[in-house]
């Protein structure tokens, strides 16, 4: 059993592909114990960049971390504030924008390609993403899920499957594991 993190595009591609390979022999639909899980900023799920769906159409879980509505300076103050009130405002100095009233993103469709905005839209929501992962863990825990993947197994010849073995969870972040240097927005006129 698993649930995987990374770009909606790579995800749907990989469900399609494992979709194909389990159809030739025999199972229809991915088993109920192959969770896959799209984090992502925008509140909406984009499918026009995929041309084969979306990770939600695919039988996955979308979580969206962006707000329903505000501006970037909304999300870093929160963050900051949540960080400062435990001493650990610090945390964010090396990384997130200087000037937080000129960020040109629209928090609610996404982080504009910036990874530090992304990164702070997603802190701003981390109580709502464990939510979300803590169900996928439950449907996950399921006794069906353990039929299913049995049936899968002995279709793909793996032998039995066997629910005590762990489960795993595989994270795909487009963006750096270490902190990016500190930068400000620039435009043509400054």
């Keep these: 059993?698993?649930?995987g993190g990374s770009g909606g595009a790579t995800l749907t591609?990989?469900?399609?592909?494992?979709?194909?390979?389990?159809?030739?022999?025999?199972?229809?639909?991915?088993?109920a114990?192959?969770?896959?899980?799209?984090?992502?900023?925008?509140?909406?799920?984009?499918?026009?960049?995929t041309g084969i769906g979306t990770v939600a159409g695919?039988?996955?879980?979308?979580?969206?971390?962006?707000?329903?509505?505000?501006?970037?300076?909304?999300?870093?103050?929160?963050?900051s504030n949540l960080l400062a009130g435990k001493?650990?405002?610090?945390?964010?100095?090396?990384?997130?924008?200087?000037?937080?009233?000129?960020?040109?993103?629209?928090?609610?469709?996404?982080?504009?390609q910036y990874r530090s905005v992304g990164r702070m839209i997603t802190l701003s929501s981390a109580p709502h993403?464990?939510?979300?992962?803590?169900?996928?863990?439950?449907?996950?825990?399921?006794?069906?899920?353990?039929?299913?993947?049995q049936g899968a197994a002995r279709a793909l010849g793996t032998g039995d499957y066997q629910p005590e073995v762990p489960r795993w969870c595989s994270w795909s972040p487009r963006w750096p594991a270490a902190p990016v240097p500190r930068w400000r927005w620039t435009s043509a006129d400054s």
């Excluded at 114990?33 to 960049?49: I, K």
């Excluded at 505000?70 to 103050?77: L, M, P, Q």
């Excluded at 405002?89 to 982080?111: K, Q, R, Y």
């Design 129 to 149: 993403v464990l939510d979300r992962l803590r169900e996928v863990w439950q449907r996950l825990s399921q006794p069906e899920v353990s039929g299913a993947m």
């Design 87 to 112: 001493g650990h405002l610090e945390e964010l100095e090396s990384w997130t924008p200087l000037d937080v009233d000129n960020v040109p993103v629209v928090v609610t469709l996404g982080a504009g």
């Design 33 to 49: 114990g192959w969770e896959f899980v799209h984090v992502d900023v925008p509140v909406a799920t984009d499918s026009a960049t």
């Design 13 to 31: 591609y990989m469900m399609d592909h494992l979709r194909a390979e389990l159809a030739a022999v025999g199972v229809d639909e991915l088993p």
């Design 1 to 3: 059993m698993g649930c």
């Design 58 to 79: 695919y039988g996955g879980t979308y979580v969206p971390t962006g707000p329903a509505q505000g501006n970037y300076g909304d999300v870093d103050a929160k963050v």
